[in-house]
């Protein structure tokens, strides 16, 4: 009787350290204009980004940003490339040559924007940032779009 309760916990501890590991996160770093902020890498392997981040973001900006939205209805200030959320892979000359450049994406809600950073990931990029909500959110925090 006492064996098996000793296995039994230790069956246990071995599955909660598994189970722990599993759900353990990676960290990137972005460097802001006050300081440098660590950000949790989702299981998808991009990291969520609110829009009061890429705002402080932008005050000093080393990052490329996307436009992956279609159809077009307006830019965040200082985006460098809109590409179609499903035309990523054929447009990756648009994108930084280095994988591990960081890269933020956005659309109007949040839905395309997390299939092109999925997209991005499964290419091989390791830097991939998403904007939660997207345009909707930027214009909610009384940001502005902006029009070609």
């Known amino acids: 009787m006492r064996f098996s309760r000793f296995l039994l916990f230790g069956v246990l501890l071995i599955l909660g350290l598994v189970l722990a590991a599993c759900g353990a996160s990676t960290q990137s770093t972005i460097t802001s204009n006050e300081a440098s902020t660590s950000l949790t ?5 991009f990291t969520d980004i609110s829009v009061a981040q890429l705002s402080d973001m932008l005050k000093e900006k080393n990052f490329t940003l996307v436009n992956v939205h279609v159809p077009y209805s307006g830019d965040i200030p200082q985006t460098d490339v809109s ?4 035309r990523i892979q054929d447009n990756l000359n648009k994108l930084p040559e280095n994988k591990d450049a960081p890269i933020v994406v ?22 991939v940032m998403e904007v939660d909500g997207g345009m909707n959110a930027w214009q909610a925090a009384g940001n502005q779009l902006v029009t070609k």
């Open 41 to 45: 890498k989702n299981a998808d392997g």
């Open 83 to 86: 590409i179609p959320y499903d």
């Open 106 to 127: 956005y659309c109007r809600s949040g839905a395309m924007s997390t299939a092109a950073a999925k997209t991005l990931v499964n290419l091989g990029y390791t830097n």
